[in-house]
């Protein structure tokens, strides 16, 4: 895996490309731990270039938001694959994760509250 | 029909591989019961699938490789439903201590058997001092 990260809009994108899971997690949990001891807060995670997501991928994922909650950022995430919106909601994580189908759709909404998903949109791509 | 390593026998639907308790066969493993799946018509059910064994192959390395570490899984594809057992020789554990509910939404665990629930459509777990077997079904999607 690698991850791609760069600054938009005052927001840091963070995209991993391959695959998260029980092998990768810890370079993922890197990059953001990375971000957060130069205090950048706010983070869009682009997930629309992974291929494979497992539990430990899932982990690292929500361990992110609870550093972002904790410190009061921004967090959203771009999915555009209605696969891995379907492991999201099998953990219920689509109830507290603000999710969005394209990176323009992330940067001018990501200030809403509580979990959010276009379901208009992945009903489409079903 | 699947590329099979020397720990793999196959004889047409039905194929088991054994693998060493670690890390890297989870990888391996998915690709195998991947192809599995696609290469026995079910193609629509194969990611589904190879994620409920990587879950039940990492639950394994994490609480119960077995003395002689290798975990072996029967993958057989039977009309509309693909059957997988993933079983271990390990030191098994208290199926009581399964959680029933959900895990904690953000909390650290259970989110592997969640995850195993969630996808199959069949899943018991049998487990004593001799071993644990996952055993999993999968059907075609109406």
Redesign the interface.
Known sequence: MEIQVEEKEGFHVVTPVGEL???TVPLFRKVILKLEGERRHDIILDLTSLT?V???G??SL?ET??KSQSVHGELAFVIDNP?LLK?LK????D??FKVYPNLGRALQSVGISGGYVDEEFFSDTK | MATLSSGAHSDGKHMDVELPCSKKSVVRARFKIKKFADDHGFSAESEDVALAVVEALKNVMQHACPADGMIRIDMKANGDTLTLDVVDTGVGFDIESLPIEPPELLGNHGRGIQLIRGLMDEVSIVSDQEGTVVHMEKRHAP
């Open positions: 899971d029980v092998y494979f497992d539990s430990s899932l982990g929500i938001y609870q696969r492991v099998l953990v219920d994580l109830k507290v």
